[in-house]
């Protein structure tokens, strides 16, 4: 097993699988083997009343989606530090619980453990799973700038790989996000990762 990280903020909605560790936490993953760097990107479907088993909004007036770019590093420890922005639709419904369109800055660190069976063959696609630990960070820009959140644990699958460079995605991500001051919501994402090893 190895250590890398990933974007914390994921993206979309239209898998048929889904994936997720709640219960994932950067204390149980163990120190990287070398340093990385990455890029993601995605979409987020959002919503303050959850979701039902077909990943649809339990209302969808005051659902919204969220785009999202980062880009980050980890260091020989393990230890992930990341950078990014996001930008929110408005709700697709409107009236006092709407949610306004608005823009966001972060930055936040958290662990990510790599179990990859196929380690020693630089272009395997498959064997490699990675489950992020709880994502711990502060916004430095937009509507909640200064304040803190965290986001519940997650996992990905590799999807493609050529001589090192990995590519991590594929399958949903069900997500709650805590803000301070009691904004709380979920989540359904699809990101794509890929990452770099440091040469």
């Not at 969808?60 to 930008?87: C, F, N, P, R, Y």
């Not at 991590?168 to 709380?184: E, H, R």
Request: with cysteine; glycine share 10%.
């Amino acid at each position: 097993m190895r250590t890398i990280f990933v974007c914390c903020l994921l993206a979309g909605f239209a898998l048929p699988a889904l994936a997720e560790t709640p219960d994932a936490k950067a204390s149980d993953t163990k120190p990287a083997a070398s340093a990385f760097t990455y890029s993601a990107s995605g979409t987020c479907l959002v919503s303050p009343e959850g979701f039902n088993n077909k990943l649809e909004p339990s209302y969808s007036g005051v659902a919204w989606t969220t785009s999202l770019a980062t880009s980050g590093s980890v260091d020989d420890h393990g230890k992930a530090t990341e950078t990014g922005q996001a930008v929110d639709t408005a709700s697709f419904g409107v009236g006092p619980r709407m949610h306004a369109p608005a823009a966001h800055a972060y930055d936040d660190t958290f662990s990510v453990a790599i179990d990859d069976k196929d380690h020693d063959n630089k272009d395997s696609d498959k064997g490699a799973t990675f489950r992020a630990g709880e994502i711990k960070g502060t916004f430095s820009a937009g509507t909640f700038a200064g304040k803190s959140f965290s986001i519940s644990g997650f996992e990905l699958k590799r999807f493609a790989r050529h001589e090192g460079f990995d590519m991590y995605g594929t399958s949903p991500v069900k997500q709650t996000v805590s803000i301070d001051g009691g904004t709380k919501f979920e989540r359904v994402c699809i990101l794509t990762v890929s990452t770099f090893p440091n040469r």
